[in-house]
Antibody, heavy 123, light 107 residues
């Protein structure tokens, strides 16, 4: 069965970076995309970016473009998100989600989600 | 990435139907009709309810349906049940953004 398992909660100080992992299993990793979505406490879902599991193509939300890097390790069937220059407003739960790919682009069909990783930014 | 607007809240009684709108979907000459809807219960990961505007994934109740007209997509839930109470979000590929979310209350 398809599973996305994320790394555990993190506590970071302002200005630091955080790297979260999302290990996929139960499907062909290179034939799908992985998206990263975050949700601040009591707030809406925010799309951060995606990565093509096969060719590693990435695209980021303009809101995070200068601070976010999404990578993947196909041998480990794992995707990563790295967010730098953390501030208190970055305190949120981060989710990874699987998506289909068509014609090299994603389908906006986030059919499986990780369990979420809480990142707390506090001095 | 322009924002998508959803009503902050909607409510209905058990057995009734409700519709949640998602306005501001950008047009795309490529013809990609990729709009999806997600249900999120408190402290849970979102769940895919509708994709490609109107397609239900297997396992999702046929009480959930989606449509789109112009720059507005809609999610309709018929025969409301208590377990439908949740937050609902739209997502558009052409906007690359989620809507603001709608809290559904089943009275």
């Amino acid at each position: 069965q398809v599973q996305l398992v994320q790394s555990g909660a993190e506590v970071k100080k302002p200005g630091a970076s955080v790297k979260i992992s999302c290990q996929a299993s139960g499907y062909s990793f290179t034939n799908y995309a992985i998206h990263w979505v975050r949700q601040a406490p009591g707030q809406r879902l925010e799309w951060m970016g995606w990565i093509h599991g096969g060719n590693g193509y990435t695209k980021y939300s303009q809101r995070f473009q200068d601070r976010v890097t999404i990578t993947r390790d196909t041998s480990a069937t794992t995707a990563y998100i790295d967010l730098s220059s953390l501030r208190s407003e970055d305190t949120a739960v981060f989710f990874c989600a699987r998506d289909s790919i068509k014609d090299g682009e994603y389908r906006a069909k986030f059919d499986y989600w990780g369990q979420g990783t809480l990142v707390t930014v506090s001095s | 990435q322009s924002a998508l607007t959803q009503p902050a809240s909607v409510s209905g009684s058990p057995g009734q139907s409700i519709t949640i709108s998602c306005t501001g979907i950008s047009s795309d000459l490529g013809g990609y009709n990729y709009v999806s809807w997600y249900q999120q219960h408190p402290a849970k990961a979102p769940k895919l309810m509708i994709y490609d505007v109107s397609i239900r994934p297997s396992g999702v109740s046929n009480r959930f349906s989606g449509s789109k007209s112009g720059n507005t997509a809609s999610l309709t839930i018929s025969g409301l049940q208590a377990e439908d109470e949740a937050d609902y979000y739209c997502y558009s590929y052409t906007n690359s953004v989620f809507g603001g979310g709608t809290k559904l209350t089943v009275l």
